[in-house]
């Protein structure tokens, strides 16, 4: 059986978050720059910020993003694994396109949820908060999108067929499965029309495995 290989952390002791990777409020800081606080706070979503964005937004369009698009390339040691057996999420990742849902945050409420969004996002500084520019059938907005450089700890690099199996058959965090997860992920885009053939390819080998009817 083939394991993933993971890049090596300090011992975590279990319910204990993992260490920052950078500052966090250094890239909050960075990023407000590159806002106009007289302007509505838009946001790009690409997976759980789609189905379960914790931002109150008084509108949400589809979007597409070009130069970027959505892989499952990301370790996660908390939420959809462990430290010993870490999980996978989604991650944006330059190169190609990515469909998925801008919020439009009003300006007066901008700040409060873009806080309440770092504590969600950036708790270990390990996205490169960009704005992005992404086209709607509204028009264009610039958003605000977590993105994932391949230089990260967190980037998986390639995985082969039997270690992604074995994460979608055993990776479970505290908000569950890394297979969970994606099924959630895909049902929601699904419902606005979206369909990423990556997405749908991972889930063709879990049944192929027998990890899903």
Same mark, same amino acid.
């Given at each position: 059986?083939? @394991?993933? @290989?993971?890049?090596? &952390?300090? !011992?975590? $002791?279990?319910?204990?978050?993992? $260490?920052?990777?950078? !500052?966090?409020?250094?890239?909050?800081?960075?990023?407000?720059?590159?806002?106009?606080?007289?302007?509505?706070?838009?946001?790009?979503?690409?997976?759980?910020?789609?189905?379960?964005?914790?931002?109150?937004?008084?509108? +949400?369009?589809?979007?597409?993003?070009?130069?970027?698009?959505?892989? *499952?390339?990301?370790?996660?040691?908390?939420?959809?694994?462990?430290? *010993?057996?870490?999980?996978?999420?989604?991650? &944006?990742?330059?190169?190609?396109?990515?469909?998925?849902?801008?919020? +439009?945050?009003?300006?007066? #409420?901008?700040?409060?949820?873009?806080?309440? &969004?770092?504590?969600?996002?950036? $708790? %270990?500084?390990?996205?490169?908060?960009?704005?992005?520019?992404?086209?709607?059938?509204?028009?264009?907005?610039?958003?605000?999108?977590?993105? *994932?450089?391949?230089?990260?700890?967190?980037? %998986?690099?390639? &995985? !082969?067929?039997?270690?992604?199996?074995?994460?979608?058959?055993?990776?479970?965090? #505290?908000?569950?499965? %890394?297979?969970?997860?994606?099924?959630? %992920? !895909?049902?929601?885009?699904?419902?606005?029309?979206?369909?990423?053939?990556?997405?749908?390819?991972?889930?063709?080998?879990?049944?192929?495995?027998? *990890?899903?009817?």
């Amino acid at each position: 059986m083939s @394991t993933p @290989t993971v890049p090596a &952390l300090p !011992d975590i $002791p279990p319910g204990l978050a993992v $260490p920052p990777v950078r !500052d966090p409020q250094h890239l909050l800081q960075q990023t407000l720059a590159g806002w106009d606080p007289g302007q509505d706070l838009w946001v790009f979503g690409y997976a759980s910020l789609i189905w379960n964005p914790e931002v109150e937004h008084s509108e +949400r369009r589809l979007a597409r993003v070009l130069g970027y698009h959505r892989a *499952l390339k990301m370790w996660s040691r908390i939420n959809r694994g462990s430290p *010993l057996s870490p999980g996978l999420v989604f991650a &944006l990742m330059s190169g190609g396109s990515c469909k998925g849902v801008v919020l +439009r945050v009003p300006r007066a #409420r901008a700040r409060e949820e873009l806080n309440r &969004l770092w504590q969600r996002e950036m $708790p %270990t500084g390990v996205y490169d908060p960009k704005w992005l520019n992404c086209q709607t059938v509204e028009g264009p907005v610039q958003a605000l999108g977590f993105t *994932l450089s391949r230089h990260s700890p967190n980037f %998986t690099g390639v &995985l !082969d067929q039997q270690q992604l199996v074995e994460i979608l058959r055993e990776a479970r965090g #505290r908000y569950g499965t %890394t297979l969970d997860y994606v099924l959630r %992920t !895909d049902t929601c885009l699904r419902e606005h029309g979206i369909r990423d053939r990556a997405v749908a390819e991972v889930l063709a080998l879990a049944r192929a495995h027998r *990890l899903l009817p």
